[in-house]
């Protein structure tokens, strides 16, 4: 952790000098529980954006086949610039539908973004789509969620084995075979 980091009353309070910033290792393992309680804002947690997201698709997804996938959003305040968009991967075409669009919203007001899509190639694809709110100020807040579509097996196939072999009192029976 970097010196800078840490308040000098959480400094002190841990018994960690400003000026030795070795001192902070052996803090670490002299002290490790009042050490966590001194994490400054290195351990805070940003805050989300205020908007709901989700990215789901309707209809049964397979190759060459015509799919829906939505993006809905709702931001939980006004503002002047909403802007949802969807990212495709490749081997994916787009059909109908634009992947982004972007005007005013206002809080609570519902905004969906729906594109058909067709996978070409039987291999899993992944989707994400994002709501990115702007301020007056500059400021922009975004949220993203990724939509993963089922197509092809990510597993070995398993091959088919004979039903196991039985004595006549119904024993099973292992068998060991000789390499050639």
């Known amino acids: 952790m970097d010196v800078n980091t840490l308040s000098p009353w959480c400094a002190n309070a841990c018994g960690v000098s400003l000026i030795r910033p070795r001192w902070i290792a052996t803090s670490v393992v002299l002290g490790w529980f009042v050490f966590l309680a001194c994490v400054g ?46 990212t495709l991967p490749d081997g994916v075409d787009l059909i109908a ?43 922009t807040l975004g949220a993203a969620r990724s939509l993963a579509l089922p197509l092809g097996n990510r597993s070995k196939p398993t091959l088919p084995l004979p039903p196991p072999k039985k004595t006549k009192t119904g024993e099973s029976v292992i068998e060991y075979r000789d390499a050639p």
């Open 41 to 86: 804002p290195a351990g805070a947690t940003m805050p989300s954006a205020p908007v709901e997201v989700s990215l789901e698709f309707g209809g049964t997804v397979a190759v060459e086949t015509d799919v829906t996938v939505t993006l809905k959003a709702r931001p939980l305040v006004d503002t002047e610039r909403l802007s949802l968009s969807i």
């Open 97 to 139: 539908g634009e992947t982004r669009w972007e005007g005013p919203a206002r809080s609570g007001e519902r905004r969906a973004l729906t594109v058909t899509i067709r996978p070409r190639v039987a291999e899993p694809r992944v989707i994400q789509g994002a709501a990115v709110l702007g301020f007056p100020d500059g400021t």
